[in-house]
């Protein structure tokens, strides 16, 4: 049976389990938030303690989700972000290609500067914060040591995690318990439904390159909230519209990231925020 190894179990890793071991023998590493998924053989180890992990296993496959995904620590502490997102990322692709073991590695939208939006493959990236810059620095070291690698860049994540909160989850949570909440109406990105996200990394695992794996739409967060309430059957109007300069960010954002997605569709075609919303309630009434 074919072997896959995901790192990292947060709601991308843990979709992608769940989905695969119907028909891949799949373990999964994961390091602060202890995960069982029936099915799955888990490890506990953080990004490095994964190399080992990986030349013992020798799996077909590595799906490389782990990562330092909060924006403003990586612009606090460059020192941890560039370990996790770029060194760690590197070391992967390193032990991937001596145990002879396809590489996926999971990016980001934000190696954009945002000011254009629909960006595609083929765009100059050009990061605002750190975050971005030690994602898009992982990308290249898994390029130069896996040439054979798949390099994906999704936006906006969102779906059920028992141990995090992500946007969807945190409107849900929030409305639910009566709170206002402000929400933006000028950063735009393209909101990708993780299960969907899943299953396009299965459709995709034997191509090489770069794809931008979003949802195909392009919307701000504040109609995004919007269709979250109402899907959900939350009080939207306990959503505030503000705009990013009301916000105390350390680090930059790119105000419209959103990612063109021409490529990906012409093998499979990932899904708008109304059919993401609408699996995630499917898929709640399972869990």
């Known amino acids: 049976m074919t072997k896959l190894l995901i790192i990292g179990a947060g709601l991308l890793g843990s979709s992608l389990a769940h989905i695969a071991r119907e028909d891949m023998q799949t373990s999964f590493t994961y390091n602060f938030h202890p995960a069982e998924i029936e099915g799955c053989r888990s490890y506990r180890c953080d990004i490095f303690g994964c190399l080992e992990l990986i ?36 070391s992967v692709a390193s032990a991937c290609h001596q145990a002879s073991s396809k590489l996926i590695y999971v990016s980001t939208d934000y190696v954009f500067d945002g000011k254009k939006g629909n960006y595609s493959e083929s765009d100059a990236t050009s990061p605002v914060n750190y ?8 990308e290249h070291y898994v390029q130069e040591a896996c040439p054979d690698s798949l390099i994906l860049r999704p936006s906006v994540l969102y779906g059920w995690n028992p141990t995090r909160l992500n946007f969807a989850t945190w409107i849900i949570s ?25 299953g396009i990394i299965l459709r995709l695992k034997d191509e090489t390159g770069l794809f931008h794996a979003s949802g195909r739409e392009r919307i701000n967060r504040y109609s995004f909230a919007l269709k979250i309430a109402e899907t959900f059957d939350q009080d939207s109007s306990l959503i505030r519209s503000v705009t990013s300069d009301a916000l105390s960010w350390k680090a930059r954002r790119p105000q419209d990231s959103s990612l063109n997605v021409y490529k990906l569709s012409r093998i499979v075609l990932p899904m708008n925020v109304s059919e993401g919303l609408k699996d995630m309630v499917s898929e709640k009434k399972t869990l």
């Open 131 to 138: 975050y971005a810059e030690s994602k898009l620095a992982g």
């Open 55 to 90: 030349l013992s296993l020798r799996p077909d496959y590595v799906v490389l989700t782990a990562a330092l995904t909060d924006v403003d620590q990586c612009e606090s502490d460059r020192k941890a972000a560039w370990q996790v997102n770029a060194v760690g990322p590197k």
């Open 174 to 198: 929030e409305l639910s318990q009566g709170r206002m909440i402000n929400v933006l109406t000028d950063q735009y990105n393209s909101p990708t439904y993780a299960s969907d996200l899943a």
